[in-house]
C-alpha cells in the first residue's frame, strides 16, 4: 500500500517561496513508470494540476506556473518537494502530493496541506 504525507509551513508570506515535502512510503519514487505529481485546490475553486517529477528524474510543469515552479526529489528519502516562488494570496490552497501511474490519473493521493499566502 502505498501511502504519501505533504508536510510544510501552513502560512507563507507574499513574494516568498512556498516549500513542501512529501514522502512516500510503500514503494520507490524510482520505481517504474510512475509520475510524483503535486496538485492544488484553491478556496471555491476545482483541482490544479502544478507539475510532476518522473521515475527518471524528469520534470514537466503546467505552462501557466512554469516560471515560478520547481519539482526536486531526494531519492535516499524517497521524498519528492515542490517549491513555488514569488507566492500571491492567488496561491493559497490545499496541496495535495499524488502518485500517477502513467496514464494521466492519480491512483494514490496525499491528505493533502493547507497553505496560506498572507502577511
Known amino acids: 500500500q502505498v501511502q504519501l504525507q505533504e508536510s510544510g509551513p501552513g502560512l507563507v508570506k507574499p513574494s516568498q517561496t512556498l516549500s513542501l515535502t512529501c514522502t512516500v512510503s510503500g514503494g520507490s519514487i524510482t520505481t517504474n513508470y510512475y509520475y510524483w505529481t503535486w496538485i492544488r485546490q484553491p478556496p471555491g475553486k476545482g483541482l490544479e494540476w502544478i507539475g510532476y517529477i518522473a521515475y527518471s528524474g524528469s520534470t514537466y510543469y503546467s505552462p501557466s506556473l512554469k516560471s515560478r515552479t520547481s519539482i526536486s526529489r531526494d531519492t535516499s528519502k524517497n521524498q519528492f518537494t515542490l517549491q513555488l516562488s514569488s507566492v500571491t494570496p492567488e496561491d493559497t490552497a490545499v496541496y495535495y502530493c499524488?502518485?500517477?501511474?502513467?496514464?494521466?490519473?492519480?491512483?494514490?493521493w496525499g491528505q493533502g496541506t493547507q497553505v496560506t499566502v498572507s502577511s
Open positions: 499524488a502518485r500517477d501511474p502513467n496514464g494521466g490519473w492519480v491512483d494514490y
